[in-house]
């Protein structure tokens, strides 16, 4: 933002944004040094930073041309087509594709949206340890990929082929209808590669696969396959784009991992 601001029409008014953002955090730290007994005051405190998601996530997407100063959907849609020989969202739609099918994908995308009520669900179960490595695992996924839009900057299959879209895209119900609404109006464009979808809802099942029932797991498994395939066959993502964001939350699991087996590592006398 310092480095680019003069290519941006509203980058001063980002500039007060990040700056109130990191004042909030530094509040909030703040108020837990001075009041470390209140529930409420660490809860905040611990879930503040997941809280400025929706506002990086806006602003990484607005920044997302500074770079290029275009959008390259046409670069990779040509890429993705040549390395593979088809053109992956219209492949698959055409292979599963039926407004039933569009349902149930389209149902696994929107649960994607419960990730955010995760921290406050562990936290009121008394699960405060895992509650906050998951809040530190979904930030290690969300910010680097907000960098992802600004380096690739894209606005997805729907929106850059729309004469595509239109014989090949799926139909649905009122799931699709209702999800459709909420990407046009909470949805920018340049918010594409990674896929946060895919890498926040990958670094979900990873994190709390080893903590919660058989069936939870199971159902956590169901909900990450379905949205990992609906992010291509509803046309928000290129495949690249899901490959990517999965990518994105391995590599952030492997380093926790790796972090988590040191620090339980005893030490050696002396």
């Known amino acids: 933002m310092v480095l680019f601001r003069g290519r941006l029409a509203d980058g001063q008014a ?54 290029h ?43 994607f949206y419960g990730v955010f009520l995760i921290p406050a669900i ?6 405060v340890p895992l509650a906050e490595r998951y809040v530190f695992a979904a930030l290690a ?14 606005t997805g299959p729907a929106l850059a082929l729309p004469e595509l879209f239109a014989v090949h895209g799926p139909s649905g119900y009122a799931v699709t209808a209702v999800q459709n609404e909420i990407m046009a109006a909470f949805d920018p464009p340049g918010a594409c590669f990674p896929s946060t979808h895919v890498a926040g809802a990958w670094i979900t099942l990873l994190c709390l696969r080893r903590h919660v029932s058989r069936a939870v797991r199971a159902v956590l498994w169901a909900l990450t396959s379905g949205l990992t395939v609906a992010v291509v066959y509803d046309w928000y993502h290129y495949l690249t784009d899901a490959v990517a964001g999965l990518a994105v939350a391995l590599a952030v699991h492997a380093v926790m991992e790796r972090c988590a087996a040191r620090r339980a590592r005893p030490r050696s006398p002396g």
Request: with cysteine; hydrophobic share 55%; net charge positive.
């Open 14 to 67: 980002l500039l007060a944004g990040y700056a109130l953002a990191s004042l909030f955090l530094l509040v909030l730290a703040q108020a837990e040094r001075r009041f470390p007994r209140v529930k409420a005051v660490r809860f905040v405190r611990f879930s503040g930073p997941f809280l400025l998601l929706p506002f990086a996530y806006g602003a990484a997407a607005r920044t997302s041309r500074v770079l």
């Open 69 to 111: 100063g275009r959008y390259l959907d046409g670069d990779l849609h040509a890429w993705e087509t040549a390395l593979l020989g088809f053109d992956p969202n219209s492949a698959v739609t055409a292979a599963i594709g039926s407004p039933l099918t569009t349902e149930v994908l389209t149902l696994c995308y929107f649960s």
């Open 122 to 127: 562990l936290y009121a179960w008394g699960r």
């Open 141 to 154: 996924v969300f910010l680097p990929s907000y960098l992802g839009f600004i380096a690739i900057p894209l």
